[in-house]
């Protein structure tokens, strides 16, 4: 082939000079201005117009962003993804935005005045059922002192059972055991006092009513009824004097106020069979066998009443006994058979009456009175 022939022959050059020429060439020095030829990649390029939507531009530029770091060369959209950190997540071009994790939700708003109601778990008990009674109620049936003083003195660790001090609220032993108490337990109950008062209309037996007093209140050195070889009145004997029994507030006569358990049980217990009795004033007439019914056959509550014995004293007085004291139940009694109550005394409890002792005034069971 001739150099005629050959259209790139007056490019080419023989091997043997062009090397002489390329080792006396040096290297020409690149100018500030002018971009290196060895980075092609920064060379200007010529802006080319995209002709994608432009959601789709918005998404190829944000991929663009977020890739820090890119090699030379051309790569793919795929390429920078598999550089970046792992769990970091990018939307594709034309996909859907990445997924926000879930926000916690927010607390669910309850109405006022209604409160959380927590159930409590189950608790699981293994073995057998406890035995025996429990050591208050037997302390309270044998008459040594109250339940809430047996829980007292047990607590305090003045209970001895088969000679063993017992110290656990709620032990339960054999109900024949042997129960002891200790010297502080008998000087605490020696304190205890009971109280006889001579009620009058306005005063409530219980807890204050609107417009009412208290008759706890009539106890007071100046209304004391003095007995020879009685205590003297001291004001710490007011702690935990409590009636014995209710006497409503229109109504007067015997109210007795205790501090002693085995008193309290004797008159209100469940098991008390403790007499009242009561002079009654009423108006009205009775209906036919209205004496009967108030003996036996009236019911209160939905509850028949225990037998009562009543006899009526003249045309406006009835003489009652009863072993029961439900709220205004003689009152309540007496409207059933066509009567009303004007006036009601309490002249006895159990064997202490009334007596010759003033109203409003008060004196000391004394230690030769018993219930």
């Given at each position: 082939?001739t150099?005629?022939?050959?259209?790139?022959?007056?490019w080419?050059?023989?091997?043997?000079?062009?090397?002489?020429?390329?080792?006396?060439a040096?290297?020409?020095?690149?100018?500030?201005s002018?971009p290196a030829?060895?980075?092609?990649?920064?060379?200007?390029?010529r802006?080319?117009?995209?002709?994608?939507?432009?959601d789709?531009r918005?998404?190829?530029?944000?991929?663009?962003?977020?890739?820090?770091?890119?090699?030379?060369?051309?790569?793919?959209?795929?390429?920078?993804?598999?550089?970046?950190?792992?769990?970091?997540?990018?939307?594709?071009?034309?996909?859907?935005?990445?997924?926000?994790p879930?926000?916690a939700?927010?607390?669910?708003?309850?109405?006022?005045g209604?409160?959380?109601?927590?159930?409590?778990?189950?608790?699981?008990?293994?073995?057998?059922?406890?035995?025996?009674?429990?050591?208050?109620?037997v302390?309270?049936?044998?008459?040594?002192?109250?339940?809430?003083?047996?829980?007292?003195?047990?607590?305090?660790?003045?209970?001895?059972?088969?000679?063993?001090?017992?110290?656990?609220?709620?032990?339960?032993?054999?109900?024949?055991?042997?129960i002891?108490?200790?010297?502080e337990?008998?000087?605490?109950?020696?304190?205890?006092?009971?109280?006889?008062?001579h009620?009058?209309?306005?005063?409530?037996?219980?807890?204050?009513e609107?417009?009412?007093?208290?008759?706890?209140?009539?106890i007071?050195?100046?209304?004391?009824?003095?007995?020879?070889?009685?205590?003297?009145?001291?004001?710490?004997?007011?702690?935990?004097?409590?009636?014995?029994?209710?006497?409503?507030?229109?109504?007067?006569?015997?109210?007795?106020?205790?501090?002693?358990?085995?008193?309290?049980?004797?008159?209100?217990?469940?098991?008390?069979d403790?007499e009242?009795?009561?002079?009654?004033?009423?108006s009205?007439e009775?209906?036919?066998?209205?004496?009967?019914?108030?003996?036996?056959g009236?019911?209160?509550?939905?509850?028949?009443?225990?037998?009562?014995?009543?006899k009526?004293?003249?045309?406006?007085?009835?003489?009652?006994?009863?072993?029961?004291g439900?709220?205004?139940?003689?009152?309540?009694?007496?409207?059933?058979?066509?009567?009303?109550?004007?006036?009601?005394?309490?002249?006895?409890?159990g064997?202490?009456?009334?007596?010759?002792?003033?109203?409003?005034?008060?004196?000391?069971?004394?230690?030769?009175?018993?219930?």
């Amino acid at each position: 082939m001739t150099q005629a022939d050959d259209p790139w022959a007056k490019w080419r050059q023989p091997a043997d000079k062009a090397a002489p020429a390329a080792e006396k060439a040096e290297p020409p020095v690149p100018e500030k201005s002018a971009p290196a030829r060895a980075r092609p990649a920064k060379a200007p390029e010529r802006p080319v117009v995209d002709k994608r939507p432009a959601d789709e531009r918005a998404a190829d530029l944000e991929v663009k962003a977020e890739v820090k770091t890119k090699p030379a060369g051309t790569l793919g959209v795929k390429a920078g993804l598999r550089s970046e950190a792992p769990g970091k997540r990018t939307p594709l071009r034309g996909g859907s935005p990445v997924r926000k994790p879930m926000a916690a939700a927010a607390p669910v708003e309850r109405p006022a005045g209604r409160p959380v109601k927590k159930v409590a778990a189950p608790v699981e008990r293994s073995g057998p059922p406890p035995t025996g009674t429990r050591l208050s109620k037997v302390m309270s049936e044998r008459g040594m002192c109250s339940r809430r003083e047996a829980d007292l003195w047990i607590e305090r660790g003045w209970v001895f059972v088969n000679g063993e001090q017992v110290s656990e609220l709620g032990s339960r032993i054999d109900p024949d055991a042997r129960i002891e108490v200790s010297t502080e337990a008998k000087k605490d109950q020696a304190k205890a006092v009971t109280i006889l008062l001579h009620k009058p209309v306005g005063y409530v037996s219980g807890q204050p009513e609107p417009g009412c007093i208290p008759a706890v209140t009539l106890i007071t050195a100046e209304n004391q009824v003095p007995q020879s070889g009685g205590p003297e009145f001291k004001p710490w004997m007011l702690r935990g004097l409590a009636p014995a029994g209710r006497l409503d507030v229109d109504s007067t006569g015997l109210l007795v106020l205790t501090s002693d358990g085995r008193v309290a049980k004797r008159l209100i217990g469940e098991d008390s069979d403790a007499e009242k009795e009561y002079l009654v004033r009423v108006s009205g007439e009775m209906i036919k066998g209205g004496l009967e019914l108030l003996r036996h056959g009236l019911e209160l509550d939905g509850k028949p009443l225990k037998p009562a014995w009543v006899k009526q004293l003249n045309e406006d007085q009835l003489h009652f006994i009863l072993k029961e004291g439900k709220k205004r139940q003689i009152r309540r009694m007496c409207e059933l058979v066509g009567l009303k109550v004007v006036g009601l005394k309490r002249v006895r409890i159990g064997r202490i009456r009334l007596g010759d002792l003033p109203m409003g005034q008060w004196r000391f069971l004394r230690a030769d009175e018993a219930f």
